[in-house]
């Protein structure tokens, strides 16, 4: 408890952006990939993005890709997810996971190489 722990998370409008934070009180922060996820009601959560140890190798869900942004300051420990252009189906609950390794290899969707996860934080998108 209290691991991983994301804020950002709001109601905006469509075509609306907002950023979410993701920190890790209680490990290394800077020595793991990291990844977030989301899941909508009567849905499986889903990847949305990646990001290795050092931030130089990021990865998307198709969805998602010249409208998030993922990157990391290894300086002050945090992981961020910028959402910009949001739409109405981008409404869910959005998880921030550490990953086991510090690089990411295999599918960076694997949910079984994460293991320590926050509770999410709440983005709506709706006019």
């Known amino acids: 408890d209290g691991e991983v722990v994301e804020s950002g998370g709001g109601s905006v409008q469509p075509g609306g952006s907002l950023r979410l934070s993701c920190i890790t009180p209680r490990f290394t922060f800077g020595i793991f990939a990291m990844g977030w996820f989301r899941q909508s009601p009567g849905k499986e959560r889903e990847g949305v993005a990646a990001i290795n140890w050092k931030g130089d190798m990021t990865y998307y869900a198709d969805s998602v890709k010249g409208r998030f942004t993922v990157s990391r300051d290894n300086a002050k420990d945090i992981l961020y997810l910028q959402l910009d252009n949001l739409e109405t189906e981008d409404t869910a609950t959005y998880y921030c996971?550490?990953?086991?390794?510090?690089?990411?290899?295999?599918?960076?969707?694997?949910?079984?190489?994460?293991?320590?996860w926050g509770r999410g934080t709440q983005v709506t998108v709706s006019s």
């Open positions: 996971a550490k990953r086991r390794a510090a690089h990411i290899r295999g599918s960076w969707t694997d949910q079984r190489q994460y293991d320590y």
